[in-house]
């Protein structure tokens, strides 16, 4: 019996779950509530994949993350006065935050060559076209890594211009859709490039845009979303806002990452089906942002069947064919029409377009 109300889930067969950052399975572990009073989302626990994944969402930080849930601690509880995660020592040691580590900004220049066989570069270029692409690349420090015939790598680079994690994600080239079969094509630069004692603490994809270099966006207001390619999309259809992601429902959606949206006006545009879920992360953003609030434009307008799929806002604005997607059925279909383009030197004009 242990001594701390909230702790880890004690293993047994089939205990450990799905983790909510690398998608692998049998490895992640729940926080349990001793008295049963509060029952803690799927997302608060860790993962067993510490140097890979690293994981690791404590009950702490989810009541700091939901202020009402809180309120439901007795005073002592609320002040500190129980602990809440048990401790791996018997004897009370100072807390010590852990240094963050954090990657050679020349590995992402190096990475952010051989587009030609990054297969979500080439979806991209059918969607956008290649000047576009390359363009949205470069802003969001895209690179191409060796797994997986060319996966993406999403970099985290905080507003200080420090590279925090770099995410490899395999994709498919035609759709545009996330490798899942025959296994979850997710992993870690640090990982695989067996960076010792890497500790990773992660940032919201595309922070790096709110630095003060990038004034050009200053007076934009932020959008987030969960996935890194959503950002991508948005940001190529939508301009108007600085899109960010935090790379899941989850994710690195917490207290602490969403400090470098200090006064900024905010939106969030949840996945469908998360919509209940990120709005209750609103207190967490308003304590911090000049504004915030969050979108619920996918579930007004949403089918059942598109909200059983769980859209995104980027499944909405990829559902009808760009023109750049329009020609190259076309010279899928004619290839000679490609021959004709390059002999005459032609270029497709988007009339519908709105820069």
């Known amino acids: 019996m242990t001594e701390h109300r909230f702790h880890l889930q004690k293993y047994r067969p089939g205990s450990k779950t799905v983790c909510p950052e690398c998608g692998r399975k049998s490895c992640f572990t729940h926080y349990i509530d001793e008295e049963g009073e509060i029952a803690f989302p799927d ?46 020592l018997a004897k009370p040691q100072p807390e010590q935050k852990p240094q963050i580590s954090f990657l050679p900004s020349d590995w992402v220049e190096q990475s952010m060559r051989r587009y030609d066989i990054n297969p979500l570069y080439r979806y991209f270029t059918k969607v956008a076209g290649k000047e576009d692409t390359d363009r949205l690349f470069r802003l969001y420090r895209v690179g191409t890594s060796r797994m997986w015939g060319g996966a993406a790598v999403f970099w985290q680079i905080d507003r200080n211009g420090n590279v925090r994690a770099g995410k490899i994600m395999g994709y498919d080239a035609e759709t545009g859709h996330r490798i899942k079969e025959p296994f979850n094509q997710v992993s870690w630069v640090h990982s695989v490039r067996k960076v010792p004692d890497f500790r990773m603490k992660q940032c919201l994809f595309g922070e790096h845009l709110l630095s003060d270099s990038f004034a050009v966006m200053s007076a934009k207001p932020v959008a987030i979303v969960e996935s890194e390619k959503t950002a991508l999309v948005a940001a190529l259809f939508i301009p108007d806002f600085i899109w960010l992601a935090t790379g899941g429902m989850h994710g690195c959606f917490n207290g602490e990452a969403v400090q470098a949206l200090d006064g900024r006006e905010v939106i969030l545009f949840p996945d469908l089906k998360a919509t209940e879920e990120w709005r209750r992360r609103l207190p967490m953003l308003e304590s911090v942002c000049r504004r915030a609030t969050c979108s ?60």
């Open 43 to 88: 997302h608060v626990g860790i993962c067993d994949h510490i140097n890979s994944c690293g994981y690791h969402y404590t009950p702490k930080e989810y009541f700091r993350d939901n202020p009402t849930v809180k309120e439901k601690l007795n005073e002592q509880e609320r002040n500190g006065g129980t602990p809440i995660v048990a401790k791996a």
């Open 296 to 355: 619920d434009l996918l579930e007004r307008i949403a089918t059942n069947e598109q909200r059983s799929q769980g859209l995104d806002i980027a499944d909405f604005l990829l559902m009808e064919d760009t023109p750049q997607m329009i020609l190259a059925r076309m010279i899928e279909r004619n290839p000679v029409l490609l021959t004709f383009i390059d002999t005459f030197d032609l270029e497709l004009v988007d009339a519908g377009r709105v820069e």
